[in-house]
Antibody, heavy 123, light 112 residues
Framework: QVQLVESGGGVVQPGRSLRLSCAAS????????MHWVRQAPGKGLEWVAI????????YYADSVKGRFTVSRDDSKNTLDLQMNSLRPEDTAVYYC????????????????WGQGTLVSVSS | DIVMTQTPLYSRVTLGQPASISCRSS???????????LSWLQQRPGQPPRLLIY???NRFSGVPDRFSGSGAGTDFTLKISRVEAEDVGVYYC?????????FGGGTKVEIK
């Protein structure tokens, strides 16, 4: 069964850092580019970042560029999101998601979605 | 960025009646590879999003056939032929033709 489980969320003060992790199971992580998507409380969905299947390319939303870093450890089947200089507007549930096609940079569609992990940035 | 505009914002439907959601993109979603990466997601209350339809009209595995997608270019539609109680939630269209991936603002489906 293909599954993604996020962890690492919590309450953090503005300006501080937090590291999220996503554990993948049921498929070969190293063959997929992977994405992070977030959802502020009561709001819609916002794409955050992608890391290519070989880890050589990364791309970020303008809203997080320069502050967030996505990485992967295929030996552990995990995806990470290092979030620095956090702002109140980063408060959201963060989802890691897998695209429909393997060995492709292009996202096509997203499935599955994990349950998400809540990050709350507040003083 | 490609802007995705959904209408209506809210849809109150009688059980067993049809529902329709429209999604319009600010630019054509036809990719250079010839495919159109427009998908529909369902988010039930308290749940993560779930893929319903991909590439305009392909129902994902396990999705009931009362859900259907159509459209081309910049205009797309999700239809529910007969709404059931479990269909309550928010529906999002999503384009993955061009980075960044963008989503519609969502349509909330409720039962009358």
């Amino acid at each position: 069964q293909v599954q993604l489980v996020e962890s690492g969320g919590g309450v953090v003060q503005p300006g501080r850092s937090l590291r999220l992790s996503c554990a993948a199971s049921g498929f070969t992580l190293r063959t997929y580019s992977m994405h992070w998507v977030r959802q502020a409380p009561g709001k819609g969905l916002e794409w955050v970042a992608i890391i290519s299947y070989d880890g050589s390319n990364k791309y970020y939303a303008d809203s997080v560029k320069g502050r967030f870093t996505v990485s992967r450890d295929d030996s552990k089947n995990t995806l990470d999101l290092q979030m620095n200089s956090l702002r109140p507007e980063d408060t959201a549930v963060y989802y890691c998601v897998r695209p429909g096609y393997s060995n492709s940079w292009y996202p096509n569609w997203f499935d599955p979605w994990g349950q998400g992990t809540l990050v709350s940035v507040s003083s | 960025d490609i802007v995705m505009t959904q209408t209506p914002l809210y849809s109150r439907v009688t059980l067993g009646q049809p529902a329709s959601i429209s999604c319009r993109s600010s630019r054509s979603l036809v990719h250079s590879d010839g495919n159109t990466y427009l998908s529909w997601l369902q988010q039930r209350p308290g749940q993560p999003p779930r893929l319903l339809i991909y590439e305009i009209s392909n129902r994902f595995s396990g999705v009931p056939d009362r859900f259907s997608g159509s459209g081309a270019g910049t205009d797309f539609t999700l239809k529910i032929s007969r709404v059931e109680a479990e269909d309550v939630g928010v529906y999002y269209c999503m384009q993955a033709t061009q980075f960044p991936v963008t989503f519609g603002g969502g349509t909330k489906v409720e039962i009358k």
